[in-house]
Structure formats: structure tokens, C-alpha cells
């Protein structure tokens, strides 16, 4: 099993940064494959951003593109998520996922069967 563990959310003002952590423990020798989503009340859960187990793939939604940054440190077993330039929209809170994988990345929540609990992220206007 894989556990995950994000950090780093808290309350913000429009146009500041985070940087969101996601640290994984127990069977993490194997490749695997990170992503974000988030889910706002009311909403359906959203991809944000992934990246392969090397980090030589990233992929990212629209609404973040340009303001998101997936990056990993796998001799820390530790994914990041740098947003920047935060808009009220992006308040949610925010699952790290993970799947195993030696390339590539996916889009689909499905697609990955383990979890962190969330961390919410508010952006005050």
C-alpha cells in the first residue's frame, strides 16, 4: 500500500502563491505515476495538473496552465504543486494521486487508486 499526505493549503489573497507538498510512504519503491485534482463544493472533482515517474512528462488543465507547476523529488518520495497568481476559482481542496507507472500520464481520477486526504486552498478576493 501507498500512503499519501499532502500540505501546504491554507488561506490566501487573489494573486498570492502556494506551493502545495505531497509526501508518500510505505511501498514507494515501485515507479509511480503523481497527479492534483481538487473539488470545490458543489463540484465534481477536477484534474489540475501530472507528472511521470521520471518528471520528463507533465501535463496540465487549462485553468492552471501558466500558473500551475507539477514537479517531484523522488529521493524524497515527495510531489510539489507551485501555483502562482491565484484566482478565487481556484479555492478547493486539493487531492495528490497516485498511480503505478513507468510512463506517461493520466488525466482520468479513475485512473488512480491511491489518495492523500486533501488539503483546502482558499483564495479571498
Known amino acids: 500500500q501507498v500512503q499519501l499526505v499532502e500540505s501546504g493549503g491554507g488561506l490566501v489573497q487573489a494573486g498570492d502563491s502556494l506551493r502545495l507538498s505531497c509526501a508518500a510512504s510505505?511501498?514507494?519503491?515501485?515507479?509511480?505515476?503523481m497527479a492534483w485534482f481538487r473539488q470545490a463544493p458543489g463540484k465534481e472533482r477536477e484534474f489540475v495538473a501530472a507528472?511521470?515517474?521520471?518528471?520528463?512528462?507533465?501535463f496540465y488543465a487549462d485553468s492552471v496552465k501558466g500558473r500551475g507547476t507539477i514537479s517531484r523529488d523522488n529521493a524524497k518520495n515527495t510531489v510539489f504543486l507551485q501555483m502562482n497568481s491565484l484566482k478565487p476559482e481556484d479555492s478547493a481542496v486539493y487531492y495528490c494521486?497516485?498511480?503505478?507507472?513507468?510512463?506517461?500520464?493520466?488525466?482520468?481520477?479513475?485512473?488512480?487508486?491511491?489518495w492523500g486526504q486533501g488539503t483546502q486552498v482558499t483564495v479571498s478576493s
Open positions: 507528472i511521470s515517474w521520471s518528471g520528463g512528462s507533465t
Open positions: 494521486a497516485g498511480r503505478e507507472a513507468s510512463f506517461g500520464v493520466m488525466v482520468n481520477y479513475a485512473a488512480y487508486p491511491y
Open positions: 510505505g511501498r514507494t519503491y515501485g515507479r509511480f505515476a
